[in-house]
C-alpha cells in the first residue's frame, strides 16, 4: 500500500490542504462579510467603490506616518551631529589648551 503511486499524490494533497488552512481563516471572514454586504441589498459596484476609498485612506495614512517617522529620524540626525560637533569641539578646545601648558603661551 505504501508504494502504490496515489498513497504519495494523496499526502501531496494532504500537505497542500494543511498549507491552506491558515489562509482559510483569514481569507472565510471575509467572504463571509462580502455575502451578507450583497444579501443586504448592496450592489456590488458600491462595494468595491468603497473599498477602494478604504484602501486610499489606509496608504495615505501610512505614506503621512512614515513620513512623519523621517521627520522625526532627521531631528534626531541633526541632534546627533551637533552633538559631535560639540564633542569636538571641546576636545579641540581641550587639547589646544594643553598645548598652550606644554609650550607655556
Do not use: F, N
Not at 11 to 30: A, G, R, T
Not at 76 to 99: N, Q
Request: overall charge positive.
Amino acid at each position: 500500500l505504501k508504494l502504490h503511486p496515489v498513497v504519495g499524490r494523496l499526502v501531496e494533497y494532504k500537505h497542500l490542504l494543511d498549507s491552506l488552512q491558515d489562509k482559510d481563516s483569514i481569507v472565510q471572514p471575509q467572504i463571509d462579510s462580502l455575502l451578507s454586504r450583497l444579501d443586504s441589498g448592496q450592489s456590488l459596484d458600491d462595494i468595491v467603490k468603497e473599498e477602494r476609498r478604504r484602501l486610499k485612506k489606509k496608504s495615505k495614512k501610512q505614506k503621512k506616518s512614515s513620513s512623519t517617522l523621517k521627520l522625526l529620524q532627521k531631528k534626531d540626525d541633526s541632534k546627533k551631529v551637533a552633538e559631535e560637533v560639540e564633542k569636538t569641539g571641546l576636545k579641540r578646545k581641550h587639547e589646544e589648551k594643553s598645548m598652550e601648558d606644554l609650550t607655556g603661551d
